[in-house]
């Protein structure tokens, strides 16, 4: 089926409009499934931003599909994985009388390990809780066919006991594994080899470019054409594949593991105890060291300490290697701590050292964690070397590629000098059903007083929308500023307020769905990757434009790359990025063709400077008001208020 003919089939005499129930025709989506079949043919490389609206999973699974090419279709979520997999594609694949070999691969940490889940039942719960976790763990083990951690009911997929019976890349065993002919993981990439079309998730992919362990090295060399959707997340993944990195968490996954499989083989001693002390000691210390510095630290602000506490952690996993040596192969899994304690020992000193292609080195903290990284500075042109490498098509598509009508930036990051292009608007009546509100006499960002004045702004908004509404934040700070100042106002209005950080954000989000006249404070985590459909989100109010930091260190080295090499950073760099992350956060409003909404990005900077134009010609094409009544007015005309009364 070429390219005229997956455009007929999109018609609204077509196969799909007779075959699927609710297909409606959409111009932007046959365009876009003519230029994916046109890609696939003739193997070449494209673009494609597709407005909300478009129907892009349609658009380009349907070309996949009639190609009868081998496949692999890279999605940035879990959920979406799920969703072609389990919904999207048997549809179209009926609907096309094209049926295919489809297979679902998912990272390491998503499938029951059976030889973990045994250490762990051996070594007994770590907490009272895990008790019955583990029992019903255990009882699921034995009718699974497919392994995944998500079939089991009433145990949240970041429950610490997930990690006990779990593998990674570290500490799978491979071949020596005792359970290696019934592994889960084995299975699902025997199954991806076989299928036609593979559903993967980005970090899978490039693992899989960039011949990680956690990846295959063998998926790719046999495809025909990669179709990566949510493509605008793929760049900065990529600057952590094509480095090294090691963390005090996997130092303290190398801790539990040599005391459990030591104890299973009966080779705990004293010698092995006194070194697996020293590792724990070496990693909570580095840890430690950080603690409270938050986010990314480049490597020249460490404190002047860490080196000697890094030290000491390359040398505790040394030691650590060396006993497990000694102890003479005393079982497959005391063997593989050995390889993990001098792989993790060895990738420390490459950090602590730099060079070799790895200029770029910074931390990142967590709660009680710390992980060490190195990277190139220039990411995209290692992505781009594995792209050019590899004879197949390649479909790039997302809501937010393109700044304007311009790829450049995108194209920049994948490291790529051209490609087919193609930018289609969302179908979606913007200028009829939504507003974006720009409020007058705001002070400048950096104001002191500039939060409060934010929530001052929202709360008429608020209350004449009923609640329903994300304000969404681009610093921790702001965001838990503006949380002290709108509760109370918030139980006065009658509405509840959900705080990032308060809960998981799956949590956040289904209460928020549930409630229905809720308000969410978020931050980066929330302004993309979120699809609340209908009036329980009416209200998206944005505090700044979301520039990155100035000080995070992956930033700066990009602009002084842009710099070196003759370009302007701002308008070449942070411009650009900034440009799409509101893009992301703007599009959380309207999801659906009913839906209708007010956006608000309360920036002064986005008409009082020049570079505010190149924001809003990126933006949907929705009418400014400045006023606050026109703002209130427009929300009390959508009956938002009216509908909670009905309920």
């Known amino acids: 089926m070429n390219a005229i003919d997956i455009g007929a089939a999109f018609d609204a005499d077509g196969i799909l409009q007779s075959s699927l129930e609710g297909f409606r025709p959409r111009e932007g989506q046959r365009r876009m499934a003519e230029a994916v079949a046109e890609a696939l043919a003739t193997r070449s490389i494209l673009l494609v931003e597709a407005g909300t609206g478009t129907g892009k999973t349609y658009a380009y699974l349907a070309p996949v599909l009639a190609a009868g090419l081998k496949v692999v279709v890279s999605t940035g979520t879990k959920t979406l994985q799920d969703q072609l997999f389990r919904r999207d594609l048997p549809a179209l694949s009926g609907a096309l009388g094209r049926p295919v070999h489809v297979a679902l691969l998912k990272g390491r940490s998503n499938y029951l390990c059976r030889h973990r889940l045994e250490l762990a039942l051996d070594e007994?719960?770590?907490?009272?809780?895990?008790?019955?976790?583990?029992?019903?763990?255990?009882?699921?083990?034995?009718?699974?066919?497919?392994?995944?951690?998500?079939?089991?009911?009433?145990?949240?997929?970041?429950?610490?006991?997930?990690?006990?019976?779990?593998?990674?890349?570290?500490?799978?065993?491979?071949?020596?594994?005792?359970?290696f002919q019934r592994c889960h993981v084995v299975k699902a990439r025997r199954e991806a080899l076989k299928a036609d079309v593979v559903v993967v998730n980005h970090h899978l992919l490039l693992a899989d470019l960039a011949l990680k362990e956690e990846g295959f090295g063998e998926l790719l060399p046999g495809a025909d054409a990669v179709v990566v959707d949510e493509a605008h997340q793929l760049p900065e993944i990529a600057a952590r594949f094509f480095g090294v990195s090691a963390g005090t968490r996997q130092a303290l996954g190398l801790v539990a593991d040599t005391r459990a499989e030591a104890l299973k083989a009966g080779a705990w001693q004293a010698s092995l105890e006194a070194d697996v002390d020293a590792l724990e000691r070496a990693a909570r210390d580095a840890a430690a060291l950080l603690a409270g510095a938050g986010g990314r630290i480049s490597w020249p602000e460490l404190p002047s300490?860490?080196?000697?506490?890094?030290?000491?952690?390359?040398?505790?996993?040394?030691?650590?290697?060396?006993?497990?040596?000694?102890?003479?192969?005393?079982?497959?899994?005391?063997?593989?701590?050995?390889?993990?304690?001098?792989?993790?020992?060895?990738?420390?000193?490459?950090?602590?050292?730099?060079?070799?292609?790895?200029?770029?080195?910074?931390?990142?903290?967590g709660r009680r964690s710390a992980s060490f990284h190195a990277a190139p500075v220039d990411a995209g042109r290692a992505l781009a070397a594995q792209i050019?490498?590899?004879?197949?098509?390649w479909v790039f598509t997302s809501a937010t590629l393109a700044v304007g009508d311009d790829f450049g930036a995108f194209l920049d990051r994948l490291g790529l000098e051209e490609a087919e292009t193609l930018r289609l608007d969302s179908p979606f009546d913007f200028r009829a059903r939504t507003r974006l509100y720009i409020p007058e006499g705001l002070p400048a960002p950096s104001d002191p007083d500039y939060t409060r004045r934010v929530v001052d702004i929202a709360t008429p908004l608020l209350e004449a929308s009923g609640g329903r509404a994300f304000l969404l934040f681009t610093s921790h700070r702001a965001l838990q500023a503006a949380a002290r100042l709108l509760r109370p106002r918030a139980a006065e209005l009658g509405f509840p307020v959900l705080v990032q950080g308060d809960e998981p954000r799956a949590h956040l989000l289904a209460s928020f769905r549930r409630l229905g006249n809720a308000v969410l404070l978020g931050t980066q985590s929330f302004w993309e990757g979120v699809d609340v459909k209908g009036p329980a989100l009416s209200v998206v109010l944005i505090d700044k434009l979301p520039f990155a930091a100035p000080d995070d260190p992956l930033l700066k080295a990009r602009l002084e790359a842009a710099r070196e090499a003759g370009r302007e950073p701002f308008r070449d760099v942070q411009l650009p990025q900034a440009v799409l992350t509101l893009k992301q956060g703007i599009g959380r409003l309207i999801r659906d063709v009913d839906d209708a909404g007010l956006a608000v990005v309360c920036d002064p900077r986005l008409l009082g400077k020049g570079y505010g134009r190149v924001f809003l010609v990126s933006l949907p094409p929705m009418p400014i008001v400045r006023k606050a009544d026109e703002a209130v007015d427009f929300l009390l005309g959508l009956g938002l208020t009216t509908l909670e009364d009905a309920g």
Do not use: M, Y
């Not at 006993?323 to 593989?336: I, K, M, P």
């Not at 050019?388 to 098509?393: I, L, V």
């Open 388 to 393: 050019n490498a590899r004879e197949c098509g």
């Open 305 to 365: 300490s860490s080196d000697t506490a890094l030290a000491a952690l390359e040398d505790a996993a040394a030691a650590l290697a060396d006993a497990c040596e000694t102890l003479g192969g005393a079982s497959a899994g005391l063997d593989a701590v050995e390889r993990r304690a001098r792989a993790f020992a060895t990738r420390l000193g490459t950090v602590r050292e730099g060079g070799g292609g790895f200029e770029l080195r910074w931390a990142e903290t």
């Open 124 to 179: 007994g719960p770590g907490v009272i809780r895990e008790t019955a976790r583990l029992a019903k763990i255990q009882a699921w083990s034995g009718i699974t066919t497919r392994g995944e951690i998500a079939e089991v009911p009433g145990i949240p997929e970041d429950a610490p006991v997930w990690g006990r019976v779990t593998s990674n890349a570290d500490n799978c065993l491979g071949q020596e594994c005792p359970e």
